[in-house]
T-cell receptor
Framework: DMKVTQMPRYLIKRMGENVLLECGQD?????MYWYRQDPGLGLQLIYI???????SEGDIPKGYRVSRKKREHFSLILDSAKTNQTSVYFC??????FGPGTRLTVL | GQQVQQSPASLVLQEGENAELQCNFS?????MQWFYQRPGGSLVSLFY???GTKHSGRLTSTTVIKERRSSLHISSSQTTDSGTYLC???????????FGQGTVLSVIP
């Protein structure tokens, strides 16, 4: 069963705190993605990972970093979160399979 | 300028009516996809369609690359079809997806 998982599904943080969003896939896809979705802005690409330790900035990488130490696992890290990073974050495995999303609120 | 433009932005149908959603793109592409997103939900890939016509149940996708357009036809709409339909282009060698702004479809009984 092809699946992309994301944890946590909902998260509330205070400004300045660190945030870790996690994504997993069971399809052995090499390429994984992190997007954020905001009303009026649509889906925007944050980072792409082409395989373990092979990551590339997307369109809006500022304020984010990523880690991929295993092919099946891709993390998005916000060091010192800001209120404008409140959003819904989606992970994708290959171009076709999206996770359920993480709704992040930064107060 | 915007690479992917979808129209209409929103659409209200009576159950049973047909819908035609459009996606126009301004660059060459590697692939074109149509996704469905329920409010508050994730994206589900409906079609991966570099060119030509594909069918899936009541859905038909047609992409004409030389005219830089793709359409999604929904026949005999149902209330469960309500949601947002997104088209997305993969361009260049890095397989990066660029999304349109989406069409919000509401099907009323």
């Amino acid at each position: 069963d092809m699946k992309v998982t994301q944890m946590p599904r909902y998260l509330i943080k205070r400004m300045g705190e660190n945030v870790l969003l996690e994504c997993g896939q069971d399809m052995s896809h090499e390429t994984m993605y992190w997007y954020r979705q905001d009303p009026g802005l649509g889906l925007q690409l944050i980072y792409i990972s082409y395989d373990v330790d092979s990551n590339s900035e997307g369109d809006i990488p500022k304020g984010y970093r990523v880690s991929r130490k295993k092919r099946e696992h891709f993390s998005l890290i916000l060091d010192s979160a800001k209120t404008n990073q409140t959003s819904v974050y989606f992970c994708a495995s290959s171009l076709r399979y999206f996770g359920p999303g993480t709704r992040l609120t930064v107060l | 300028g915007q690479q992917v433009q979808q129209s209409p932005a929103s659409l209200v149908l009576q159950e049973g009516e047909n819908a035609e959603l459009q996606c126009n793109f301004s660059t060459s592409l590697n692939s074109m996809q149509w996704f469905y997103q329920r409010p508050g939900g994730s994206l589900v890939s409906l079609f991966y369609n570099p060119s030509g016509t594909k069918h899936s149940g009541r859905l038909t996708s047609t992409t004409v690359i030389k005219e830089r357009r793709s359409s999604l036809h929904i026949s005999s709409s149902q209330t469960t079809d309500s949601g947002t339909y997104l088209c997305a282009l993969a361009t260049g060698g890095n397989n990066k997806l660029t999304f349109g702004q989406g069409t919000v479809l509401s099907v009323i009984p």
